[in-house]
Protein backbone atom coordinates (compact mmCIF):
# COMPACT_ATOMS: atom_id res chain seq x y z
CA UNK A 1 0.00 0.00 0.00
CA UNK A 2 1.78 3.02 -1.42
CA UNK A 3 1.89 5.85 2.06
CA UNK A 4 2.84 9.74 1.64
CA UNK A 5 4.11 11.08 4.91
CA UNK A 6 4.20 14.51 5.29
CA UNK A 7 6.67 16.39 7.62
CA UNK A 8 8.22 20.28 8.06
CA UNK A 9 5.74 22.24 8.87
CA UNK A 10 5.20 24.77 11.59
CA UNK A 11 4.74 28.21 12.82
CA UNK A 12 6.82 30.97 11.28
CA UNK A 13 6.59 34.56 10.91
CA UNK A 14 5.83 36.32 7.65
CA UNK A 15 9.27 36.88 5.12
CA UNK A 16 10.77 33.17 7.01
CA UNK A 17 11.37 29.76 5.37
CA UNK A 18 10.42 26.24 5.88
CA UNK A 19 11.42 22.98 4.24
CA UNK A 20 9.07 20.40 3.50
CA UNK A 21 9.27 16.70 3.12
CA UNK A 22 7.34 14.21 1.71
CA UNK A 23 8.33 10.32 1.95
CA UNK A 24 6.83 8.16 -0.37
CA UNK A 25 6.79 4.07 -1.20
CA UNK A 26 9.80 3.62 -3.65
CA UNK A 27 7.73 1.85 -5.99
CA UNK A 28 5.99 5.23 -6.74
CA UNK A 29 8.47 7.68 -7.03
CA UNK A 30 10.35 6.82 -10.15
CA UNK A 31 7.34 6.76 -12.14
CA UNK A 32 5.21 9.71 -11.81
CA UNK A 33 5.26 13.17 -11.08
CA UNK A 34 4.99 14.49 -7.58
CA UNK A 35 3.26 17.77 -6.20
CA UNK A 36 2.93 19.64 -3.44
CA UNK A 37 -0.81 20.61 -2.45
CA UNK A 38 -2.26 22.92 0.30
CA UNK A 39 -5.66 23.87 1.21
CA UNK A 40 -6.17 26.90 2.79
CA UNK A 41 -8.95 27.21 5.42
CA UNK A 42 -12.08 27.26 4.06
CA UNK A 43 -10.60 26.79 0.59
CA UNK A 44 -10.17 23.58 -1.85
CA UNK A 45 -6.84 21.62 -2.17
CA UNK A 46 -5.03 23.08 -4.95
CA UNK A 47 -1.43 22.51 -6.74
CA UNK A 48 1.15 24.79 -6.01
CA UNK A 49 4.08 22.97 -7.24
CA UNK A 50 4.97 19.62 -9.23
CA UNK A 51 8.07 17.89 -10.74
CA UNK A 52 8.17 15.37 -13.40
CA UNK A 53 10.53 12.25 -12.84
CA UNK A 54 13.18 14.03 -15.08
CA UNK A 55 13.07 16.61 -12.88
CA UNK A 56 11.14 19.54 -14.61
CA UNK A 57 9.36 21.38 -12.52
CA UNK A 58 6.24 23.92 -12.65
CA UNK A 59 4.74 26.75 -10.31
CA UNK A 60 1.37 28.47 -9.22
CA UNK A 61 1.69 32.39 -10.08
CA UNK A 62 1.11 32.14 -6.18
CA UNK A 63 4.01 31.04 -5.05
CA UNK A 64 6.87 30.83 -8.24
CA UNK A 65 9.97 32.90 -7.58
CA UNK A 66 9.38 31.84 -3.60
CA UNK A 67 9.08 28.06 -3.35
CA UNK A 68 11.53 25.77 -4.54
CA UNK A 69 10.01 22.04 -5.07
CA UNK A 70 12.93 19.28 -5.71
CA UNK A 71 13.15 15.08 -5.34
CA UNK A 72 15.78 12.93 -3.98
CA UNK A 73 15.46 9.78 -6.25
CA UNK A 74 17.53 8.01 -3.85
CA UNK A 75 15.74 8.64 -0.86
CA UNK A 76 12.27 8.23 -2.33
CA UNK A 77 11.50 11.78 -0.89
CA UNK A 78 10.16 14.93 -2.53
CA UNK A 79 10.92 18.14 -0.94
CA UNK A 80 9.36 22.10 -0.88
CA UNK A 81 11.53 24.78 -0.64
CA UNK A 82 9.30 27.56 1.16
CA UNK A 83 10.93 31.06 1.28
CA UNK A 84 9.49 34.64 2.09
CA UNK A 85 6.43 33.59 3.25
CA UNK A 86 3.01 35.25 3.37
CA UNK A 87 0.60 34.94 5.86
CA UNK A 88 -1.82 33.53 2.80
CA UNK A 89 0.72 30.88 2.57
CA UNK A 90 -0.74 29.46 5.61
CA UNK A 91 -2.45 25.91 4.82
CA UNK A 92 -2.32 22.21 5.18
CA UNK A 93 0.40 21.42 2.92
CA UNK A 94 0.24 17.76 1.16
CA UNK A 95 2.18 16.02 -1.22
CA UNK A 96 0.46 13.31 -3.89
CA UNK A 97 1.43 11.91 -7.41
CA UNK A 98 0.01 14.41 -10.24
CA UNK A 99 -2.21 13.52 -11.84
CA UNK A 100 -3.29 11.96 -8.15
CA UNK A 101 -3.45 8.30 -8.06
CA UNK A 102 -3.52 7.55 -4.34
CA UNK A 103 -4.76 8.13 -0.72
CA UNK A 104 -3.91 11.21 0.79
CA UNK A 105 -1.85 11.48 3.81
CA UNK A 106 -2.69 13.51 7.00
CA UNK A 107 -0.39 16.81 5.64
CA UNK A 108 1.74 19.11 7.33
CA UNK A 109 0.11 22.28 9.03
CA UNK A 110 1.91 25.82 7.98
CA UNK A 111 1.25 29.03 9.99
CA UNK A 112 2.33 31.99 9.13
CA UNK A 113 1.93 34.70 11.14
CA UNK A 114 1.76 38.30 10.50
Known amino acids: QVQLVESGGGLVQAGGSLRLSCATS????????MGWHRRAPGKQRVLVASITSGGNTNYADSVKGRFTISRDNAKNTVYLQMNSLKPEDTAVYYCNTVPTYFRWGQGTQVTVSS
Open 26 to 33: GSIFGIYA
